[in-house]
Nanobody
Framework: VPLVESGGGLVQPGGSLRLSCTAP????????IGWIRQAPGKEAEGVSC????????LYADSIKGRFTISRDNGENTVYLQMNRLKSADTAVYYCATDFLSNCRSLKTSYEHRGQGTQVTVSS
């Protein structure tokens, strides 16, 4: 499954970024999609997850109230809107799936994930 992340970059503290996850040639509609992040020297963290049909979302406490996950099935894309970014949010962000329809929990290990997009929050 060719999961492809985009939208990362360098942003100042307090700024915003929107990450996108697409899958060229593959339909994401039926599957829950999660976002994981990995910072250098730190363990991976399950950031968010959105279920397929009902759109129910889960968020890590570290980003709750600042990040919003959403999906546009017509565009075959899952988004992670990140606001009020902090230096602690600096990491490589991956989208991932277990090919299940619902998010059962926030996970750090999925059956399949993309190559990641770098997010750097720095002044």
């Amino acid at each position: 499954v060719p999961l492809v992340e985009s939208g990362g970059g360098l942003v100042q503290p307090g700024g915003s970024l929107r990450l996108s996850c697409t899958a060229p040639g593959f339909t994401l509609d039926y599957y829950a999609i999660g976002w994981i992040r990995q910072a250098p020297g730190k363990e991976a963290e399950g950031v968010s997850c959105i279920s397929s049909f009902d759109g129910i979302a889960l968020y890590a406490d570290s980003i709750k109230g600042r990040f919003t996950i959403s999906r546009d099935n017509g565009e075959n894309t899952v988004y992670l809107q990140m606001n009020r970014l902090k230096s602690a949010d600096t990491a490589v962000y991956y989208c991932a799936t277990d090919f299940l329809s619902n998010c059962r929990s926030l996970k750090t290990s999925y059956e399949h994930r993309g190559q990641g997009t770098q997010v750097t929050v720095s002044s």
